[in-house]
C-alpha cells in the first residue's frame, strides 16, 4: 500500500500566483484553487495560507466536499 504525501502549508509571498505555486509543489492551480475553495484564481492576498493537498501532491483531483 502506498502512503499519501501529508498535507502541507503554503504562505502567500509577494509576487506569487496559483501557476506559480503549483509548479513549485508539483501539482495543478485547479487543485490548489478546488482545495482552498478559491472563488477568482487571480486573487490571492500575500499573508494567506494555502492548503496544499496530499490529494494534490499525490497527482489526485483534490476534490473536497464541503
Known amino acids: 500500500m502506498t502512503e499519501l504525501p501529508e ?3 503554503y504562505v502567500v509571498e ?3 500566483n496559483l501557476t506559480k505555486i503549483a509548479e ?6 485547479e ?3 478546488r ?7 487571480d486573487l490571492i492576498y500575500t499573508g494567506q495560507e494555502l492548503l496544499i493537498s496530499g490529494d ?3 497527482g489526485g483531483g483534490g476534490d473536497v466536499i464541503p
Do not use: K, M, R, W
Open 14 to 16: 509577494a509576487g506569487d
Open 56 to 58: 494534490c501532491l499525490a
Open 31 to 33: 487543485c490548489i484553487q
Open 35 to 41: 482545495t482552498n475553495f478559491i472563488i477568482n484564481p
Open 24 to 29: 513549485a509543489y508539483e501539482v495543478s492551480a
Open 7 to 9: 498535507d502541507e502549508i
